[in-house]
């Protein structure tokens, strides 16, 4: 079928292939729904064009518009959420709220500063820095006059340190006053 309707018919040409367009529409889309729904939106935005609009090839265009809108519902309900995964949200639990867990990360907790304790003052306040401040290697080698080297040195065994106390933390409890010699 040719298309040498005049521009300003628009929408008649939309009205009169409206079935040829859904039909190609739910073959490219493999959805009857979607094409339908794209059909809907397509005779909207048709019927709001102004009627002086010059279009070489209308029914061409007015079936890319078609797409156009199919494909943006389907970026759209893409990003949404479905039935079942809202249904696993709000049955999932939290948690943050179960006491073994709140009991367990208190205990870690606890481990690590009895190991931090351990350390040295300077390598307590250069992992301290590092770690939880996020301060620069280059500037706590500069506050200690040290080089980088040996900060980065210090800061190593600062964790394999604290990592073996937490280590041991989930075997065998051992005594909060025992202290750790392997530092020195």
Same mark, same amino acid.
């Not at 301060?135 to 040996?150: D, K, L, T």
């Given at each position: 079928m040719r298309d040498?309707?005049?521009? @300003? &018919?628009?929408?008649?040409?939309?009205? #009169? %292939?409206?079935?040829?367009? %859904?039909?190609?529409?739910?073959?490219?889309? @493999?959805?009857?729904?979607?094409?339908?729904?794209?059909?809907?939106?397509?005779?909207?935005?048709?019927?709001?064009?102004?009627? &002086? &609009? &010059? *279009?070489?090839?209308?029914?061409?265009?007015?079936? %890319?518009?078609?797409?156009? *809108?199919?494909?943006?519902?389907r970026r759209r309900d893409s990003r949404l959420l479905t039935g079942v995964e809202i249904i696993e949200l709000v049955g999932a639990t939290d948690e943050t709220e179960d006491p073994a867990r709140i009991a367990q990360g208190r205990s870690q907790i606890d481990a690590f500063r009895r190991a931090l304790r351990q350390l040295p003052e300077r390598t307590q306040q250069m992992l301290l820095a590092a770690r939880?401040?996020?301060?620069?290697?280059? #500037?706590?080698?500069?506050?200690? @006059?040290?080089? #980088?080297?040996?900060?980065?040195?210090?800061?190593?065994?600062?964790?394999?340190?604290?990592g073996k106390a937490l280590q041991a933390q989930e075997g065998p409890a051992r005594d909060a006053g025992e202290e750790d010699e392997s530092w020195r």
């Open positions: 040498d309707k005049p521009a @300003g &018919s628009l929408r008649a040409l939309f009205l #009169e %292939r409206y079935n040829d367009f %859904r039909s190609q529409l739910k073959r490219r889309l @493999g959805s009857d729904d979607l094409a339908h729904d794209a059909m809907q939106e397509a005779f909207l935005k048709v019927n709001d064009m102004p009627s &002086s &609009s &010059s *279009i070489q090839q209308p029914a061409a265009y007015l079936f %890319r518009v078609a797409v156009n *809108i199919a494909e943006d519902q939880v401040h996020d301060v620069p290697h280059a #500037e706590i080698a500069r506050r200690y @006059g040290v080089s #980088e080297r040996i900060v980065s040195k210090e800061l190593k065994r600062a964790l394999a340190h604290c």
